[in-house]
């Protein structure tokens, strides 16, 4: 089985300068345009049997741009969304390091942003979602999965087994990782391919 997992295009959020998380901002048109490159590049070198999406406006949007040029189902997961930051959803970078400011030494990876999610409840979101997609759709060969940047990263880490630390897998606009289970093996053919924008 092959893993195609891509990051929404350009959101109305990244202009900004707020926290985006869960709030749930359209494509920019900009980032309307990514996702049909993407579609285009994935049609002619990597076309998914299904996609897998989060519902939120920006990856569902990417979503539906590439089953438009592919062609094949689509179905929507709530564990493919962002990271829950609660109270900061929305607000302005100014604004939430005043209101909301990061407890000195940063937040403990158990306790949860007020009205959020906690690092480790987000990382067993992704394990789940990844096990379900290796268990249930074991006869698919291949997936695109279409998500947000802070989802993908612990996805990968999932993939790879690593641990919960403080690093991550960055992924630009409509960035594309390509993983592959074989069997007991699992193999990074490529992350963060980002080729279809130039």
């Not at 299904?50 to 590439?66: D, E, F, H, Y």
């Not at 997961?77 to 005043?98: H, R, T």
């Not at 290796?134 to 999965?145: G, K, M, T």
Request: hydrophobic residues 40%; charged residues 25%; contains cysteine.
């Amino acid at each position: 089985m092959e893993l195609v997992i891509i990051r929404h295009g350009q959101s109305e959020a990244d202009l900004l300068g707020v926290h985006e998380g869960r709030a749930d901002f359209p494509l920019t048109e900009l980032g309307r345009k990514q996702a049909g490159k993407m579609a285009v590049y994935l049609a002619e070198n990597l076309p998914p049997d299904l996609i897998l999406a989060s519902p939120m406006k920006r990856a569902s949007a990417t979503a539906r741009v590439l089953q438009k040029t592919i062609g094949c189902e689509i179905q929507y997961y709530d564990e493919l969304k962002e990271y829950n930051n609660g109270v900061l959803a929305g607000l302005s970078k100014k604004e939430a390091a005043i209101t909301h400011p990061l407890p000195k030494g940063g937040r403990p990876a158990h306790i949860p942003i007020q009205d959020g999610e906690s690092e480790l409840e987000f990382r067993y979101r992704a394990e789940w979602m990844l096990h379900h997609v290796l268990y249930e759709y074991r006869d698919v060969r291949r997936i695109a999965i279409v998500s947000h940047g802070g989802l993908i990263s612990n996805l990968i880490k999932a993939f790879l087994h690593q641990p919960n630390g403080k690093f991550a897998f960055s992924t630009g606009d409509t960035g594309i990782h390509l993983l592959e289970q074989q069997e007991d093996m699992r193999f990074v053919r490529f992350l963060n391919r980002q080729d279809h924008l130039l």
